[in-house]
């Protein structure tokens, strides 16, 4: 029995309330005699969810080992990501494949909740940190080749839906009940319309790596935004958007079609180095990876909690919105709201213990404690 907390409950937050475990569930009671840890000062969060990530902890997920996934996935669970859906790069499309395989097995483990596929289906005049000479028209036969080496455990595919085949792709991607994503796009608004009434619901990290919005050409961005059906990225690190650009987001798109995002690779939870970002050099400065060749950002250092702190300090969301965008949300996009993204019985015990000034001090996935809390 976890007490007297400022619990965040989607209807709200409760002063001094309670929650119950009993096993790897959120109880509607505690069981007799069950063990009272006094959470007085403290904040209780449901688990994060984290949809779009590379690696961490010095692991690339785009080409690493089994261990070294794991090493990654582990390093954002203690920082509080208790539900993450691993991202791939640009690469061969067999090494794809590949590298989806050994992934699916981690997700039949339940050590993640499933694979995106960020590019090879992109703009080059978009691309980002991901290798130009690797990029290819979102043929749907492609397309399929990939979900179908994910094994059912393909969650989301990024792809500029602008380009030959890009639409069929997000027909092909609804059917088979992955989400498709529009992203590193060079889309016009009206092209972009027109991929989310084919079955569009995510926009990948909204503002980076697609057109800005003009008052003559609104682009993308004004597209995603508008659409009730679309649920947008953000990767609230400091450097990928202004605070304004933020609030704009969750202007327009309410507090319940955010998702914040790490994009993190190898050095979250690591250090500033050298660093491969699939077949890309990646330089990481105070924090900050950029390619080694062009300096075009590179993902982000970022965990979970950082972007939560971030969100209510400098951001001042109230806190109930931040963390459904960092929950709820996401776990409602993934399909898993039943199970993830809220602290309510039945559901798993996935939770974090904060101080009052928002820095993260335990953290229990399934009901085991990951992070076990220190409290005065
Ligand atoms: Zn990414």
């Given at each position: 029995m976890l007490s007297g907390a400022r619990v965040v409950l989607p209807t709200g937050v409760v002063e001094n309330g309670r929650l119950a475990v009993d096993g790897t569930k959120i109880a509607a009671d505690a069981p007799e005699n069950a063990q009272v840890i006094d959470l007085t000062g403290h904040w209780l969060l449901p688990g994060f969810v984290d949809i779009h990530n590379h690696g961490g902890g010095g692991a690339?997920?785009?080409?690493?080992?089994a261990d070294q996934i794991l090493t990654g996935v582990h390093t954002h669970r203690v920082h509080g990501t208790t539900t993450l859906v691993v991202s791939t790069v640009t690469d061969e499309m067999d090494v794809l494949a590949r590298q989806a395989g050994l992934l699916s097995e981690l997700a039949e483990q339940g050590e993640i909740a499933g694979i995106h596929f960020?590019?090879?289906?992109?703009?080059p005049c978009r691309?980002?940190?991901?290798?130009e000479a690797l990029l290819r028209d979102p043929d749907p036969a492609e397309v399929r080749k990939l979900v179908d080496a994910a094994?059912?455990?393909?969650?989301m595919v990024t792809l500029?839906?602008?380009?030959?085949g890009g639409i069929e792709s997000v027909r092909l991607l609804a059917e088979h009940g992955v989400i498709a994503a529009v992203g590193h796009t060079d889309a016009t608004y009206e092209q972009t319309v027109a991929a989310i009434d084919a079955g569009a619901t995510v926009a990948t990290?909204?503002?980076?790596?697609m057109p800005q919005i003009g008052h003559?050409?609104?682009?993308p961005i004004a597209a995603l935004l508008e659409d009730e059906r679309v649920t947008v990225e953000l990767?609230?690190?400091?450097?990928?958007?202004h605070p304004a650009a933020l609030q704009l987001a969750f202007h327009h798109?309410?507090?319940?079609r955010v998702a914040f995002i790490?994009?993190?690779?190898?050095?979250?939870?690591f250090g500033d180095g050298r660093y491969l970002l699939g077949p890309l050099e990646v330089e990481v400065t105070d924090g900050v990876a950029r390619l080694a060749d062009s300096g075009a950002i590179a993902g982000s250092t970022l965990t979970l909690d950082r972007a939560l702190r971030r969100a209510v300090?400098?951001?001042?969301?109230?806190v109930e919105h931040a963390v459904a965008a960092l929950s709820a949300n996401p776990a409602r996009l993934l399909g898993l709201y039943d199970r993830v993204g809220s602290l309510e019985p039945?559901?798993?015990?996935?939770l974090l213990v904060l101080d009052a000034d928002f820095t993260l001090k335990g953290v229990m996935r399934k009901g085991t404690w990951v992070v076990v809390p220190e409290l005065s």
């Open positions: 690339s997920f785009s080409s690493g080992t960020e590019g090879p289906f992109i703009s691309k980002g940190a991901h290798s094994r059912g455990h393909a969650k500029a839906t602008e380009l030959p990290h909204l503002y980076n790596a003559r050409a609104p682009g990767i609230n690190d400091g450097t990928h958007l798109a309410g507090p319940d790490t994009d993190a690779m190898d050095a979250a939870g300090t400098v951001d001042k969301l109230p039945g559901k798993d015990a996935d």
